[in-house]
């Protein structure tokens, strides 16, 4: 009878805990900060563009130890464009129609992962055109402050969380819109 009942307690307790447990998103404790740069009047992205986060005295923000992102421990926080693959996961120009984009919230966008933590408010965004030819090299750089609703927050849970506070969405890409040097 004893062996019964200590069985009965064990299932209970197996049970229990199976469902407080909650399924994870694969998205877990990791961020995006997204930014679409173009030209006043003009939709497209322009390419090619140096992106980096930087701090309040616009140095580049080095990732020590993971602190802020899963990615490129030790090196500077750097955007990379979004790209598109094909039906078996190989990567094709952004240009092909038969292509999806890796992230589709991102479109063509520039992109950087970042852990949940990350203070957005603390940092800013330096925009950089470093390419003389793909670009000439004509825009200025120009630096944007962070905020916290830059952030893409990809698991629902944390999205739930998210919707049920006062102020600014979050999910929303940094619009930046990059003026021509002025000769």
């Not at 497209?44 to 005295?57: A, G, H, P, Q, R």
């Not at 950087?112 to 800013?124: C, E, G, K, M």
């Not at 969380?161 to 040097?181: C, E, S, W, Y």
Request: glycine share 4%; aromatic share 14%; hydrophobic share 35%.
């Amino acid at each position: 009878m004893r062996f019964l009942f200590l069985f009965f307690i064990l299932f209970n307790f197996s049970a229990q805990s199976q469902v407080i447990n909650v399924q994870h998103c694969g998205y877990d404790f990791t961020s995006y900060l997204v930014i679409n740069v173009h030209e006043q009047g003009k939709t497209e992205n322009i390419k090619n563009l140096k992106i980096t986060i930087v701090d309040s005295s616009g140095s580049d923000v080095i990732n020590k130890n993971n602190r802020w992102s899963w990615v490129n421990n030790n090196k500077p926080l750097l955007f990379t464009p979004n790209y598109k693959l094909d039906r078996n996961n190989n990567k094709v120009e952004n240009s092909n129609p038969e292509g999806k984009w890796f992230f589709p919230f991102a479109k063509d966008y520039y992109l950087l992962s970042v852990v949940n933590t990350f203070t957005a408010d603390i940092f800013s965004v330096k925009i950089e055109d470093i390419d003389k030819e793909e670009n000439g090299g004509h825009f200025e750089t120009q630096i944007i402050p962070l905020s916290p609703y830059n952030m893409y927050i990809l698991c629902s849970s944390e999205n739930e969380r998210q919707a049920q506070q006062f102020g600014p969405r979050t999910n929303r890409p940094v619009d930046v819109i990059l003026k021509k040097k002025s000769y």
